[in-house]
């Protein structure tokens, strides 16, 4: 079992930034890929941006230029850059971590987001 704990959100004006941060409570080594998901209000959840335990990134095109992800492997913890924030952008978003053990998958509570014009 592994605990994501997200924290940063709040509210940030068109244009702004912010910097997301998620603890996982298992080491870093055990867990395969981390991301970050969002979900807008009567929207489907969406995938925002990935990273592997080698490195590789991967970002939904919407953020591309705009938010960078990153880990800290000796902080068990993965971050989200977010610039130039729109008020698209607004949502609760929630950490994710997929496990090397079987491929279990994991969810943080999620912060919210919320970008004003």
């Known amino acids: 079992q592994v605990q994501l704990v997200e924290s940063g959100g709040g509210l940030v004006q068109a244009g702004g930034s912010l910097r997301l941060s998620c603890a996982a409570s298992?080491?870093?080594?055990?867990?395969?890929?981390m991301g970050w998901y969002r979900q807008a209000p009567g929207k489907q959840r969406e995938l925002v941006a990935t990273?592997?335990?080698?490195?590789?990134?991967n970002y939904a095109d919407s953020v591309k230029g705009r938010f960078t992800i990153s880990r800290d492997n000796a902080k068990n913890t993965v971050y989200l850059q977010m610039n130039s924030l729109k008020p698209e952008d607004t949502a609760v978003y929630y950490c994710?971590?997929?496990?090397?053990?079987?491929?279990?998958?994991?969810w943080g509570q999620g912060t919210q987001v919320t970008v004003s014009s």
């Open positions: 298992a080491s870093m080594s055990s867990i395969k890929t």
């Open positions: 994710n971590a997929e496990s090397f053990f079987l491929r279990f998958v994991f």
């Open positions: 990273i592997t335990s080698g490195g590789s990134t």
